[in-house]
Nanobody, 117 residues
């Protein structure tokens, strides 16, 4: 059973920075994809950034150039460094990890990020 626990959310002013961290528990850290999503109040999730097995990174257009996703296999963490935050970045940030294609993967509970203007 894979469990994901996020930390690092909070409230900042526009232009500020936050670093989110996701700790993954389980026997191994071998995933096809790991990533961060932003969840809206109506439960819709949009990809913010992801890492594919092999190291390729994918970013939402709004995140590119401001956010950096990283993964530490030894610590079993997936981090998201966010800079120059804007009010439009506000939302619940949820960590995701998928072991195999065609499976839903595992989700964390999420951390709230609030950016004020």
């Amino acid at each position: 059973q894979v469990q994901l626990v996020e930390s690092g959310g909070g409230s900042v002013q526009a232009g500020g920075s936050l670093r989110l961290s996701c700790v993954v528990s389980g026997r191994d850290f071998s995933f096809i994809t790991t990533g961060w999503y932003r969840q809206s109040p109506d439960m819709q999730r949009q990809l913010v950034a992801s890492i594919i097995r092999g190291g390729a990174r994918n970013y939402a257009a709004s995140a590119r150039g401001r956010f950096t996703i990283s993964k530490d296999d030894a610590k079993k963490t997936i981090d998201l460094e966010m800079t120059n935050l804007q009010p439009s970045d506000t939302g619940l940030y949820v960590c995701h990890a998928r072991k195999n294609l065609g499976t839903p993967g595992s989700w964390g509970q999420g951390v709230q990020v609030t950016v004020s203007s």
